[in-house]
């Protein structure tokens, strides 16, 4: 077990009815309260429509987060989200720049890096995405992917941040969805390359406090086996947070 404290997060992408989902967090809820015997943080990522519904469930035991925020603080920008707004729902924080942001909406790392600021305004925790395709990682070219984005996102911010405003995922967008996943040393390779990047360019105390957390194909056989890694220190879990059972499982393996 490393000094960092575990993160695991779901994100439920566009799934669920909001009824649906109510049920789902409150049979996940007690599984992890009383499995817990150690401190960690864990939360779900859940469609805005969920907001509401989800807040009471999880009030006191996980975090509610959104999937996306906009980039602008308010105004004429017809289907986005503020920061203000989920800081008003009661969000603790949202994903950014994941990768089916990236692919489906062409979000760049420039927008990501205005949107991490919304978000700081408000007092809310960025959870940063970044990841190489397939093509990229067999190309070998993986490693300056992966730090164009940090440093287009982060670069000028990173320095006047904290681990409680930033934790960073890297989701090899090969992995997402695919049942491929980063083998243990593969994954470990790349947070130990972010982590030092953090430490270059935001100093030594961020870089030993931030949390990476490690996103693709995770599930309840391969959690504890990533989680071990020293320098992996939590889980960005699709569809796995969808079934209370598993999803409970690999926030319990955290810990163990």
Not at 18 to 24: A, F, Q
Not at 83 to 101: D, K, N, Q
Request: with cysteine; charged share 20%.
């Amino acid at each position: 077990m490393n000094k960092r404290r575990p993160l695991i997060l779901g994100n439920w992408k566009m799934n669920t009815l909001p009824e649906e989902g109510r049920l789902v967090a409150r049979q996940m809820v007690p599984m992890i309260r009383d499995g817990l015997h150690w401190d960690l943080d864990w939360g779900l990522a859940v469609p805005f429509t969920h907001l509401g519904a989800l807040r009471s469930e999880l009030e006191g035991s996980g975090m509610m987060g959104a999937q996306d925020c906009s980039a602008h603080l308010q105004g004429a920008y017809t289907g986005e989200i503020s920061a203000g707004i989920l800081a008003a729902m009661h969000c603790s924080f949202a994903l950014v720049g994941h990768s089916e942001r990236r692919l489906h909406h062409h979000e760049s790392s420039t927008t990501c890096g205005l949107k991490i600021d919304r978000l700081r305004e408000h007092g809310l925790m960025s959870v940063y995405c970044v990841g190489e395709t397939l093509e990229q990682r067999q190309g070998g070219s993986f490693n300056e992917v992966i730090t164009s984005q940090l440093m287009e996102a982060l670069g000028s911010r990173i320095q006047d941040m904290n681990h409680g405003s930033l934790a960073i995922a890297y989701e090899p967008v090969w992995a997402i969805g695919t049942g491929l996943t980063a083998s243990p040393q593969q994954a470990n390779e790349v947070h130990a390359m972010i982590r030092a990047w953090v430490a270059q360019n935001g100093g030594a105390s961020m870089a030993e406090q931030i949390r990476i957390l490690y996103g693709g194909s995770v599930n309840a056989s391969n959690a504890k086996e990533l989680l071990a890694c020293a320098d992996v220190d939590g889980a960005l879990v699709g569809g796995a947070s969808l079934k209370a059972r598993d999803f409970a499982d690999i926030v319990l393996s955290s810990v163990d």
